[in-house]
């Protein structure tokens, strides 16, 4: 089975980090999350994938390569304009419209059951089949809402309060190739926005799967720290430090992820940090809840609109989090 994977977003909320990389390329733990993409896919016989590129497709392509590393083979195909999430199925459509295939966002670790979700898809004989999880803690993220398994809306954010937990949508869907002939040609669209509502006005089963099951959605900078560290708990370790990274011996490093080419000289303290490529931590310096780039990497650059305020020190850009 065929799978797309959508890889062709700015990642604006994760700057600096995506200034040199699209956000699918930032590496999770040494690895780029879209890798954790294509395994998640693989394990559940998805072995052809379909990746599309737009901001830093150079980036994308160097993490994955050719596939062969997760267990898959990959059909790259460029945007040269973003297109959106269904505008990127049209422009991918000769790859996709033979049988039925998965699409997941770019920008998750997940291990929910897909197998599950293919299983209610076929059963109800659906155009469309995506999958919900709770949204328990009512975090930002668009209700979906239901009538018994029929999707019939996509509405605002969660309000805080109430008895019922609002459904949201994962990212992952199983699509019939007959979707094709709701996604406009050649032009900008969204699938919730654009397609769903379309069909569902005509009568189609646009059909919900409520699954359970670890889900990481990995779209700001405070979530990326957060998540690191969490995939760190599971393997009962606290700091992650890459390749050509150094730790001076009088040097403290707490709950913190060190990406490449890193120097921490002697009595520099660095807790629930994210330090990126080519970076030195001065001796006795202190980076705390933050992130930290290299200032030649963004200086002279003109932040994207939604990207969280910094400042520059001697070698560095720094983005404080909040406590």
Partial sequence: MRAMVLSAGYGTRLWPLTEDRTKPAIPILGKPLVGYVAEYLAAHGCNEIVVNL??????????????????????????????????????????????????????IITDIDLAAALETHRRNDALATLVLLPNKRRERFSVVETKGNQITRFGGMPVLTGDEVPLMFTGIQILEPRIFEYIPRGVFSHSTTDVYP??????????????????????????????????????????????????????????????????????????????????????????????????????????????????????????????
Avoid: C
């Fill in 54 to 107: 737009h901001h830093r497709p150079e980036s994308v392509r160097q993490s994955l390569g050719d596939g062969r590393d997760f267990g898959v083979s990959l059909y790259y195909v460029e945007e040269p304009v973003i297109l959106g999430t269904s505008g990127a199925l049209d422009n991918a459509r000769d790859l996709l419209d033979n049988e039925t295939f998965v699409v997941v966002n770019g920008k």
């Fill in 198 to 323: 379309q069909a569902i006005a005509k009568g189609e089963r646009v059909i919900a799967h409520v699954s359970e099951g670890k889900w990481r959605e990995l779209s700001t900078l405070q979530r990326y720290l957060d998540i690191s560290l969490e995939l760190l708990q599971e393997r009962n370790e606290s700091n992650f430090l890459g390749k050509n990274t150094a730790v001076a011996t009088e040097a403290s490093v707490t709950d913190s992820i060190l990406w490449d080419n890193i120097e921490v000289e002697e009595n520099a303290e660095v807790n629930r940090a994210v330090v990126a490529d080519n970076v030195r931590v001065g001796s006795g310096e202190i980076v705390q809840n933050s992130i930290i780039v290299a200032r030649k990497l963004v200086e002279g650059k003109t932040p994207p609109e939604k990207a969280m305020k910094g400042y520059f020190t001697d070698d560095s850009f720094v983005v404080p989090l909040s406590e």
